[in-house]
């Protein structure tokens, strides 16, 4: 979140202090205060100039991320990239290219996807993308807002340097948890990569 912090205008909250076990699991986090409510819990009572005013926000907060450019694929301290989803996550890397971070990728899940659909699914993915910052869990909850304006985005856990279409994959999971959320996505992720969200989603079903 320091990177964060030095470089865009993002609402995050400072780190004060980070408690871990033995094994260097993060047990809690001591940070800022940060006001404001979830926004799944405010979208339903929002006005549609806010829902606006939000998306718009969102989408200049997006844009700032994502003009940070990176050289491998991992965390923002040279960690561990993280692929998977709500309870099932592996850890691998950090990646010097693409085309390694795609080799474990489908390290995980290509001997679950039926033989007729491996060679086309290895194909969607290519090994030329930009790399940039992403969140990586662009999810209604773990956005605040107040007044119709974003205040903070919070859980950085699986934020990191990754390939430019991860931010989109990652955040269509979550376009459905919110009535009419669907409506603003354009505006947030303008749409592109739709070979890559489409691929990602079949390929989720065998991650597990």
């Known amino acids: 979140m320091r990177l964060v912090a030095e470089r ?3 609402p995050v909250p400072r780190v004060h202090r980070v408690e871990s076990d033995e094994d260097g699991r ?6 800022d205060y940060m006001p404001g409510t979830p926004l799944d819990r405010a979208w339903p009572s929002m006005t549609d100039t806010q829902k606006k005013s939000v998306a718009e926000d969102l989408r200049n907060y997006v844009d700032q991320l994502r003009a ?3 050289d491998y694929i991992g965390a923002a301290d040279h960690g561990q ?16 290219n693409e085309g ?11 001997s679950r996807v039926p033989q007729t659909f491996r060679y086309h699914a290895m194909k969607t993915f290519k090994d030329s993308h930009q790399i940039m910052f992403t969140h990586g869990d662009l999810a209604p909850r773990n956005i605040l807002v107040l007044d119709g304006h974003v205040t903070a985005l919070l859980d ?10 991860w931010e989109y994959v990652k955040a269509y999971r979550d376009f459905n948890a919110v009535p009419s959320w669907l409506d603003y996505v354009d505006t947030i992720l303008p749409p ?3 070979e890559e969200i489409v691929a990602m989603s079949y390929l989720s079903q065998y991650s597990h």
């Open 26 to 31: 993060v047990l809690k986090i001591h940070m």
């Open 68 to 70: 940070l450019k990176g």
């Open 81 to 96: 990239a993280v692929i998977g989803q709500r309870t099932v996550f592996h850890e691998g890397g950090p990646f010097d």
């Open 8 to 10: 865009t205008t993002i």
């Open 100 to 110: 390694e971070f795609n080799e474990f990728l489908f390290s995980k899940i290509i």
């Open 192 to 194: 592109r990569y739709s």
């Open 156 to 165: 950085w856990e699986h934020a990191g340097w990754y390939p430019e279409y």
